[in-house]
Each structure stands twice: as structure tokens, then as C-alpha cells.
């Protein structure tokens, strides 16, 4: 319509001058308009990511502003504009009959600058930049701008040389694409380092922020340059030594290209204008920001690590994006297929650009020479029909357009641009080798000679100094020979020739079926993305309209409640387009991936893999790529049993299509390998990891990013399985590399840094954890910011730690300080943002703070469990959790029926011997310990030990763990004597495995120290117990909460031998190491002087349990005056006093306390009834030492009374 043409025109313009696009993006999006002309031109440019939202939403109100400066004519507001002829020419170059009725009426100017009449003044160059005063490089001059940078000539004040220094263009420094871009374009041809690749200096940012890099500055023309100037003074002498020259320069860019190809990188836009010859022989190939590693897959990976991939690549790699130069692509690249780019989408970019030095024209739309300028005729195409000719192979050959170019050549040009990758060269190596032979005069590969050029080819190595009539009879005898030799084999080779003639025509239609069903697929894809693109605008996006209108749920309906509305209409839309259907309800799945709605993935991919399965056959690449999405969808939503037959499917048949050593059979590897670990069959995962990582190794080498990948995958499942002295070697090579590769602030290295740092944790060296994890923290705020998930993953890593080291306020606040940023940025019910609230939750539980982790623990679960379902793995993390709160808040009742439930639906989920059942198992089985069912406790128990031993052995770190448990069991349910070889084994094994300074072997020697005591062996754990303290205090510091268990258990061991002098200064520095994590006015710290206390108390240091009573009672009083807790310590205080024989002042607390117990005798748990029974126990003491028996007899009988009522239950530790 006209109306729509004319705002999108002067949508189009306005963007354009005010420098938020370059012309080609602003012709190649109008092209795309006139496909699609019910999209507003700003959405197309939003959607192909030259608009960032910011930029769209300024822009709509920049045409506004126009409009109405021009009283809303649109007309007269395109009158008003000044534009270049370069875009009018690209403009009338558009098929569209609207466009060019209003093109033809608008006011042109001679040079690229407009002017507008409304909105800020903004340059459509961004000036000379500023470095600041600290930079190497000085700049001198501009020197040229392109799509994405622009280049200056600089000085490099250290060296005194000149150096070509490009930046990014001011408008793109918003962009997250174009910056990502960009510092790719820097990185990779930085890491190239071969004589054909400019070398680059140095990366840096200006003073303003912008990126920059500095490279070698070559004096010269681009070889586009150079093939104008040879073709403009007439027809070319191919046989010149210019033009031999040229090829050579030719060859070079091929040997470049290889090299790029042997580091795994794709350039992807080469072409004339990307080459430069330099005036002393140089030859440079130039502009890798559309690189790209080859090899790199399409389909979602459960192995790599997607999250760190560059941001450029995320666009690049996605199936039907478009990216290069039109006329110089191949033909997968045109069509968008990303899984078949591989070197030989380079290798028809070169003969394309091999085409151009041939003819003077580019390829696509090439036609026959008639006057000395063959392109001053050329027609202009549009970027749609160009890209559908690349996409069929429709151009002319070389010797079409001039019958003088060389045969030979033409062959090898036309082999290069074949339609198919596997007819093209293998190599440039190959092209380059054709290309060397053509110069030597020798045979080339692509080209079968004829048998006159044959003989002048022998006769020309065969030259004799003889006479002209030798000369001519050696010649004369070498005609007469070929002849007779043909006529005398003609009968001979009748029946071979005919047999090469039908086996050429079986060719040639076998091309012709090829190029026919091309065309059908090309034709299918078109058709899919118009019905896919009209049923989301339809059913979708309408979704947002008020809900009066068609399809209509309110404007503030969410993304998933309108794909929800949709989805049940799929069927009926699509019931004749199988295969529409199918691609629809992939993109669906991957979405509820993301928005972590498992099953509705599930249920997406599966029918996407039937129709795909039915219509294209099992070993299709798109049913392979619902298989491989079905597997992630199951593998994610915790059900890794349903996962594995699929990935083992995929790889089967992955590598029964492309072979062993293909990339995408790498991938398919990759997969099937971490869904076994997942599963905990390490058995299986880790030879196939191990083999992943040497075939990319053999493959890309030691530093390729895929190579990294895999070595990091590796060493995480060497530490699942243990293996540490394996893991950290590994994970440390990695950390080095990338930092050598990429640098030591690249996303990549820092991964790295923060595996390190989690392998580190789990050896014990805690030391080197933290440093290295503060470190990534701080880098990523910097390189990403604080905002970003990734840095929000490593708040919450370092958070984790600091907890494990006993900085529990260091891990509050900076886990706070995660939920905030993702509350605000994500919304209170995102999976990361649960995620945050079950850590803060379960640091609050290890700080003691109960009460908190109980909140919210109890907040989370229903969160997870409506957004999740009851039996996702989060949701049972967080009843594992609150089920733990419980029974450490001694609300076994809540506690036991939680951990049965957990365990009935994990079981229900993994299967009975999976690794989160036996977890789960043995949360229920201690629980019961604890409650005393023992009867209950110790078959669960021993059950998980044998299933545990039977799946990976007795040294395997679940094992040892299953077996310290059961050990646990036996010494509370009183059979000490068999649980000591229990504990003996087990530490054996933890030394063994982890050494003997591991957090979890100190804690096996401590608690078979306290079995030696449950024996009656108690003088047997005083070593154990000393060694655990003197390593403690060495790694971890006096004032971890390990440090300090330790403390409290050896000096109540030196109060039961009888050694006060050595246990009194060990109570001291247990009190006093609390108060670093522990406000000194805070229940908490009461709690800890009233447990100190009670121990002094039992073996009667009266004296030294008296000022920790007096501090504790005063807390308490003040904070918690109605308490039975308080009433407890004054009962307590009044027995230290009369141990000292204080009776007078001991009296009235004693009284005091026993009152406040029996009118508070509600609020004591059960296991804290024996307290009251000891106020009545105190009253009798003290009155006996007092010498008043008859007050002694009195509360005797209290206490009896009390005893049959209360019951004489055993006082909990603690």
C-alpha cells in the first residue's frame, strides 16, 4: 500500500542519516520489506539485529516528530529530505512498483551527508577518537569505514611506525551484537598468525569505552582495485607476466585461507575488496568479523558450554540466517544452511573472487563482454534474486562471458563455485595447487586437455638446438605417431568411451535431480517460514490485543500464556503442512526449554520428531535434530533414564551418515557422554569423554575452543568420579591455554578459572578457591557487569564458598545481593531467582540462623512446585532441604513424613537405584536415627551401601559416604563394637582417596573418635581428635565452624579423663572464636555460653561455667526475658554459684528458675524436658551442701513427682 511504503521510505532515510544504519542494511531491509510489506521497516531492522529496542522505539519517535513538523504529509516530509545518489541507486535497484513511484519523487543530492529538520544532530561519521592520554597508539588520520568499523592511520608511540587502527562505529557501541562482533573480528585475526593475515598489535578501549585494535598498516590497493585498473585499459593478456602475477598473488590468499582453515576458522565473506596487495609484494587477506570456527554445530549441546559462547556467534550459527556478501556466497550460505558451511563455503568464495579477475564482474549476473568496460552494461539485481541464483548456481561460466580466458582456468574456477561442497576443492591447498600447476604449465586436475595442447606441451620440454628442418620432422613424427596411436586404439576404446558417455549422462541427470530437489527444498523452506510467520502474527502476537479484538488476552498478556492460547490451534493450521508443523513445534520446545516448562518441551519435541520421522525418514538431519532436542528436553527435566536411548540413537546414526571423525558426530559423542554422567554411570561417560577430547585434540589442536570444551568436560567428571589427582591437572591446562589463547579476561578464561576454583573446593584447598573465584568476579563485573547472569552465577559460586570457609556474612550479603539483581531483572518466579532463594535459604541453615532457613525454605518449595511440579529435581532439592530445617529445629514429626515423601516421588522419578534416590534414601534413614528408629534407619541404610558399592565399588566417594553413615547409625543406636570397622574402613578409604587433610577425612577421623568414646575407648580418640584440630586450625583457621567442632569435642574428651587444665583454654577459645560470625548481643552466642556451660557444669568446673552463665543470663534477659531458656540459665547460674558454696546467692536464681520452667513448661521441646528435672536436681544439691535437709528432703520429692510425670528422658548434646 502506498501509505506503508512511504512511512517505511522515510523510516528508512531518517535511520540512515542519523547513522543507525548503513546503506547496504538499509537496502538489503527494504528488499525484505517488499517480501513481507505488512512488517514496519523498523521490525524488520530490529529483528536482523541492526536496531537494538532502544534505537527502534528512538527512531519511531523521530518519524513522528517529522511527521508532524510536516503536518503529519507524509509527502511533504520525504520532499524535505536530502539523500546521496548512492542510495537513490540502491533504492531504484528495489522491484517494487509503490517504492519507485515515490523514489522519483524525491529531492537527491551528490554526497553521502543529509541534513534533518527534526531531532539531535548526529554525524554520520563519528569523528577522529579520542584514545586518551595513556594509549601506545596516537591517531592521525581516517582512512576508510565500513559496514560495522571505521580505520585510522595511527602512530605507535613505542616503535615510532605508522599502524592502521580500527574501531567500532559510535552507533554499534550499544549494540551487544556488533560490539561482540567485532572483538571476535579482533580476537581471531589476532590469533592467526601466518605472512597472508595482517598481525595485529594490540586491543584496547578509547577514552569513551569504545573497543579498538591496532594492526599493521599496508601500503596499497584492495585486489578489487587492482582488477579494475587491468580490465579498464582493454581486453586482458592472460598470458602476461601482470596478469601470471596476479595469480600468484592468487595462490597466496588460497595458502592464507588454508591456514585459517588448519586453526578451525571460517572466514565467510571473502572477496576482492577483502584482499589487499601491498606495493612490496604483500598480500593480505583482510576483515574476519563474519568468522567463524568450522565444525561448529547447529543443533543444541548438552556437552558444550553454550553460555560462554561469543555473542557473534550465536547470530551466526543459527539455521537460515543469511551472512556475507551476496554475490561472493555459496550457495548453502545463501540459503542459510549452517550445517553444511565448512571449508568449502570459502572455497567458492574464492572462485567467485577468481571469477572476478577473470572477467571483471562478479559472478551473479555476469553477462558477455562487448566493449572494453564489461561492467558499465551490467544490470543492477536485487538481493533477492541474487541470492536465489547463488542459491540454484545460475551464472555464466567464465569462457561465456570472455572466450579468451584460458580454459584451464575457467575449469578450475568453475570447479571452485561448484552448487554441491562436495564437488568443489576439498582444500584451498587444492585450489591453490591447480592454480600453481596452470603457471608451471602442467596439467591441472580440474580441466581434461586435449590431446593437440598435449604435444605442444611435450614439444616444449623436449626443445633440441637442431634446425628448423630437424624441428619440423621431430614435430611431423610426433603428429604422425598420435595419429596412428589414435587410429590404431579407436576400435580398442569404442567400448570403453561409449560406457564413459552413458556413465557422463547418468551424471548429468543425477545433477539434475540434485538441482531439482535444491530447488524443492528452497521452495519448502519458503513456504514453511511464511506459514510459520503468518500463524505467530495470527495466533500469537494478536494475543496482545484488548480483549474485545480477534485473538485478543489483554495487553498485558505474557509471552507464555499467549504461546500456551496458540498451541492447541497448531493441528487445525498446519493439518496439510506435516513438516511446517514439525519445525513449529520445534521452535515451541526449545522455548519452554528456556522458560523451563519441562514437560511441555517433552511433549513439543516428541510430536516434532514423528512428523519429521514419518515425512523424512529416521536418519533425516532435522529428525536426528528432534531426537538430539527430545534428549536435552528429557535430560533436563531430571529424567536422564528416558534421555540416554536417545542420544545413543543420535550418535548411532550421526555416525553412521557422516563418519566417525565429523564434527557433528563429535557433538552427537559429547551428548550421550554427559547424559551418562548425569546418570552416574562414569563407567560409560568417561571413555567417551576421553575420547572426545583426543579426537579434537588430533582434529583442531590443543587450543581450539571446541578442544577446551571438551578437556572441561572431562575434568568435571574426573571430579564426579573422584579422580582428583586427575581433575585439577586438567582443569589448570585449560586455564592456562585459554588465558595464552584468549587472554585472561575473556568469558572462556574465566569459566576456567571458576571450574579451577570448584575443583579446588572439592580437594579441600579452599585457600586456592576463594582467591581465584574473587578474581573471576571481579573480572566479570568488568567485562559483562554486575547485571549480568553469568556474573550473577559466579556471586553465587563465591557466595557458596565463603560459606563452606565460615564467612557466613560474607555469604549472606553477596547471596542477597544476587536475589535482589535477579529479582529485579528476572521476576521472583524465574528458576535462577529460586535458585537464590534455596541458597540463601540453605547459607542461613549452615550459619544457624534456623528460624530463617526455615522461612524460607518454606517459601521456596511451593514456588518450585507450581512452577516446576512436585517432582522436578529443584522442587525435591528444596523438601530435602526444609525436611533437614526440621529436624535440625528437633520437628522430627515434620521432618520424617517430608524426607518419606521426597523419597517416594524421587524414586518414582529416577528409579531405585539412581544416585538422587539413594540421597534421598539416606536423608529419611538419618532422619529416623535421630528420631530413634533405628529399626527403620539401619536397612535403608544398609541397602544404600550395597547398591553403592555395587555400582562403582567400595572406594568411590558414595560409597565411603554410604559406609560412614551406616557407622554413624550403629554408634547412636548403641552398637558401638560394630561400628567401629565400619568407621576404620571408611577413613582408610577417605585417606586414600582425598588425603589425609581433606575437610571429609577430618571428619570420618572426628566421628570415629567419637565412636573410640561410645566404646569405651576413650583415651583411642584423644590423637584422632588432636590431629583433626591442629589441621583445622592450620587450613581452615581458628574461627571456621569445623575448627571449632573440633575444639568443643577434644576438650569435653580432656574433662572425661580428667584433664581440665588442658580442656578449660580450649572452652575459652571455642566461646571466643563464635563471635567473629556471631553479634556477642544475639540468642545465637547465648546459646553457645549456655552449652559451654552445661558441659563445665556435668564435671562440676563451677568456677570457670560461672561467667559464661552471667553473660548468657544477661543476653537473655534482655532479649529474651519470657523464655524458658532464660529461666533455664538463672536454674543453671544458681548451681555454678552453689558449687562454690554460694548459698545465699544462689538460692533466689535457683527458685527463680525452677518457677520459670514449670509456667513455661509448654514451650519446652521434648528432648529438653530433663532442664526442667535439673532445676529440681539443683534445689535438692544445694540445700544438702547447705545443710538444711529439710528443704533437701522437700524438692527431693518434687523432683520424684516431677520424674514420673516428665519421664526421665536422656538431655540432648548441645
Known sequence: MPHSTDRNLLTGILAWQLGLVGCDQLLTAMDAWILESEQPLEIILFRRGVLTQQKMDWLRKIVDQHLEFHGNDLRSSLRSLNASRELRTGLESLDDPHLQATVAQLVWSDDSSGVIDVGPPVAPADGIPDLGPAQRFQVVRPHARGGLGEVFVAKDLELNREVALKAIQGQYCDDEVSLSRFLLEAEVTGGLEHPGIVPVYGLGKNADGRPFYAMRFIRGESLKETIERLHARGPVDYSSLEFRQLLGRFVDVCQAIEY??????????????????????????????????????????????????????????????????????????AAGQVVLMGPTTDIYSLGATLYQMLTAQGPIGAHRSTTLNPQSNSPKLTVVEVLRRVKRGEYLPPRDVNPGIPAPLAAICVKAMALQPGDRYPSAADLAADIERYLADEPVSAFVEPLTIRARRWMKWHQTLVGSTAAAAVVTAI?????????????????????????????????????????????????????????????????????????????????????????????????????????????????????????????????????????????????????????????????????????????????????AADPETLTALGNLAMAYKLAGKLDLALPLLEQTLERRQTQLGPDHPQTLTSMNNLANAYLDAGQLDQDIPLFEEALERRRAKLGPEHPHTLMSMNGLAMAYKHAGRLDRAVPLLEQALQLLKTRLGPEH???????????????????????????????????????????????????????????????QARLLFQQTLPLLSDQFGPDHPLTLTAMNNLAKTYQSQSRLDQALPLFGQALELTRNRFGSEHRETLVAMTNLALAAVAAGQFERALPLLQESLDLQTARHGADHPDSIAAQYNLARALQAAGQAERSLPLFEQALARQRAQLGAEHPHTLTLMNNLALAYQSAGRVESSVPLLEQTLQIRQTHSGATHPDTLASMDNLARTYLVIGKPDQALPLFEQYVHGHLPQLKRESPAFAYVLSNTSLE?????????????????????????????????????LGGALAGQKKFAEAEPLLLAGWTGLRDRARQVPPNGKIRILESYQRLVDCYTAWGKPAEAEHWQQELDRSRSTLGDTPPPRG
Open 260 to 333: 585459517a582453515h588448519s586453526r578451525g576458522v571460517l572466514h565467510r565473506d571473502l572477496k576482492p575488496a577483502n584482499i589487499m596487495l601491498g606495493k612490496f609484494g604483500e598480500t593480505l587477506v583482510l576483515d574476519w568479523g563474519l568468522a567463524k570456527p568450522a565444525g561448529m554445530s547447529s543443533h543444541p549441546s548438552v556437552a558444550d558450554e553454550a553460555a560462554w559462547q561469543y555473542a557473534s556467534e550465536l547470530e551466526a550459527t543459527r539455521a537460515g540466517v543469511i551472512i556475507g556478501t551476496p554475490g561472493f556466497m555459496s550457495p548453502e550460505q
Open 479 to 659: 603428429a604422425l605417431g598420435i595419429f596412428g596411436a589414435v587410429v590404431k586404439g579407436k576400435n580398442s576404446s569404442l567400448a570403453a568411451a561409449n560406457a564413459a558417455i552413458e556413465k557422463q549422462s547418468e551424471q548429468i541427470l543425477q545433477q539434475f535431480e540434485t538441482l531439482t530437489s535444491a530447488r524443492q527444498d528452497a521452495q519448502r523452506s519458503a513456504d514453511e517460514a511464511r506459514a510459520v510467520l503468518k500463524f505467530f502474527e495470527n495466533r500469537v502476537l494478536a494475543a496482545a490485543r484488548p480483549e474485545s479484538q480477534d485473538g485478543g488476552l489483554g495487553v498485558k498478556v505474557t509471552v507464555r500464556e499467549a504461546i500456551d492460547a496458540a498451541d492447541p490451534l497448531i493441528p487445525e493450521a498446519f493439518a496439510n503442512q506435516p513438516l511446517v508443523e514439525a519445525s513449529l513445534r520445534n521452535t515451541l520446545g526449545v522455548t519452554y526449554s528456556y522458560l523451563r516448562l519441562d514437560q511441555r518441551a517433552i511433549a513439543e519435541h516428541s510430536r516434532a520428531r514423528e512428523l519429521r520421522a514419518a515425512h523424512l525418514g529416521p536418519e533425516h538431519p532435522s529428525t536426528l535434530e528432534s531426537m538430539n532436542n527430545l534428549a536435552v528436553a528429557f535430560q533436563e527435566s531430571g529424567q536422564v533414564a528416558a534421555a540416554l536411548p536417545l542420544f545413543e540413537q543420535t550418535l548411532q546414526a550421526t555416525q553412521s551418515r557422516l563418519g
Open 789 to 851: 547472569p553469568v556474573t550473577l552465577t559466579s556471586m553465587n559460586n563465591l557466595a557458596m564458598v565463603y560459606s563452606e570457609t565460615g564467612q557466613s556474612k560474607l555469604a549472606l550479603a553477596l547471596l542477597r545481593e544476587t536475589l535482589d539483581l535477579r529479582q529485579a531483572h528476572l521476576g521472583t518466579r524465574h528458576p535462577d531467582t529460586l535458585v537464590s532463594l534455596t541458597n540463601l535459604a540453605s547459607v542461613n541453615y549452615v550459619a544457624g540462623n534456623l528460624d
Open 1096 to 1132: 563445665l557444669l556435668k564435671y562440676q568446673q563451677f568456677a570457670a561455667a560461672e561467667p559464661y552463665l552471667r553473660e548468657c543470663l544477661e543476653i537473655r534477659q534482655r532479649l529474651l526475658p519470657d523464655d524458658w531458656t532464660t529461666s533455664n540459665t538463672q536454674s543453671m
